[in-house]
């Protein structure tokens, strides 16, 4: 049996190498690993002593020699391909070990330029594996440590491998190089600032299997994108509780890109998919309050996120709660001794800086992806006009804003009102904009008065800023744009409503 091995992830390399010399295996080797082997007291045979030509161009081309790709993709049982192996003096590679240059490493790092990340591309890395896996029939072909151990055992048990595990492997092999060339294609992609392309490959790695997925017979798994942003659910850090759940990421995720919104202390609690009370104070305890106390009922079996660091004092009040999660920067020792008493509470931790730069979200459709950039506009990006005779005053600012950064989160038709710091009332995906509308002031009640409204797209009509009137509300923010928009600026000017104007849109479905 002969092997070949040109590893850059050397885990594992050393003993599982020194396993097939013992058992007979006649192993040949590129530059790096070759040393390594070599180092390590195992005697390998080079490339360059195989091929009969040496390395060149830096390396660049080594492998790509029909000494080895006729030895990797030879059929054994084809009598004519064995008499060209034997007319060319080629012998076959049965056993192939590769994993590639390490470009996902490289342009993670800062300060990498275009010219380090061309030349981390693999070449004849891909070229080997392929040819392996095309011939997986005859050859065993690996790219993960992982496997080293069980493809070791069954040459001891029978001197090779079983059809299946060839199979197994090779598919890995297919899904390991479509993932290596999916991010080349989406770094150069990128480098040349093409939006959509003719066609879209993505990639990502499998971070968990999940028990289930949004009901226990469905099945799921947990995947992150490879270069993923720091302020995701999927790098944060789990320091205590059970597993996390399809509904629990998803919940989370909301949460955070929320909490996202604010530089003051804030806390967002989230109910399936949609916020069910946001909260900003000088503290992180007030904030939590604040948060509480805008909808104690639904908070009940929610994610809670903190953009801030949960203190002694904070903790105490959670624990009176059952909650699924809490997402936070960091959780003091006091902290953490009062919430860790519950066993199944999850707290992680996640980095709140700034995320950077855009990124994209996708959405698959039975058959197909909807793909767009996320919503990242704020006030900043905003037209702001005040249409009506009533501009606001210096608090209803603060609650329009307040209102504005939520409801952009909110599942459309969506309405929010805010209040002294606070959200006071939420509808969330209604079919008519009224609909939202009511549900945000009957949850509000009393504390509607005074209050602010947002709405996540314009008034078709007047019967929302009518509603609004009647609830005790005074100021309202919204993108404006509809034909009728007269009629709710005359509506509101008739209540002594001040209505704001933005220009921007934020549905969310």
Partial sequence: MRALVSVSNKAGIVPFVKELVELGVEVISTGGTKSILEENGVQVRGISAVTGFPEILDGRVKTLHPMIHGGLLARRGDAKHQAQLSEHGITPIDLVVVNLYPFKETISKEGTTFEDAIENI???????????????????????????????????????????????????????????????????????????PESLTVTFEKKQDLRYGENPHQKA????????????????????????????????????????????PAVVAVKHMNPCGVGVGATALEAYQRAYEADPVSIFGGIVAF???????????????????????????DALTVLKQKKNLRLMTLEMGD????????????????????????????????????????????????????VKHVKSNAIVLAKGNQTVGVGAGQMNRVGAAKIAMEQAGEKAVGSALGSDAFFPMDDTVEAAAKAGITAIIQPGGSIRD????????????????????????
Avoid: C
Wanted: hydrophobic share 40%; aromatic share 8%; charged share 30%.
């Fill in 122 to 196: 693999d070449i004849g890395g891909p070229a080997m594996l392929r040819a392996s896996a095309k011939n997986h029939q005859d050859v065993t072909v690996m790219v993960d440590p992982a496997d080293y151990e069980g493809v070791l055992n069954e040459i001891k048990e029978s001197g090779k491998t079983t059809p299946e595990t060839r199979r197994r492997l090779a598919a890995k092999v297919f899904r390991h190089t479509a993932a290596y060339d999916a991010m080349i294609a989406g770094y150069l992609t990128e480098a040349v600032e093409e939006a959509h």
């Fill in 307 to 333: 953009n801030t660091e949960v203190d002694k004092a904070t903790a105490e009040l959670l624990h009176e709660l059952f909650l699924e999660i809490i997402v936070s920067p960091s959780f003091s020792d």
């Fill in 355 to 406: 995320q950077g730069g855009t990124a994209t979200r996708y959405a698959s459709i039975r058959g197909g992806l909807l793909v767009q950039e996320e919503d990242y506009a704020g006030l900043d990006e905003a037209n702001i006009t005040v249409p009506t005779k009533r501009e606001p005053t210096e608090k209803e600012w603060e609650d329009l804003k307040l209102a504005w950064k939520v």
């Fill in 221 to 264: 798994a947990f995947y992150e994108a490879p270069l993923a942003s720091k302020f995701s659910i999927a790098s944060a850090t789990q320091l205590h509780g059970k597993e996390l759940s399809y509904n629990n990421i998803n919940d989370a995720d909301t949460a955070i890109q929320i909490v996202k919104e604010f530089t003051e």
């Fill in 486 to 509: 007269e009629d709710s600026i005359k509506k509101a000017d008739e209540y002594g409503i001040a209505m704001v104007f933005t220009g921007v849109r934020h549905f969310k479905h």
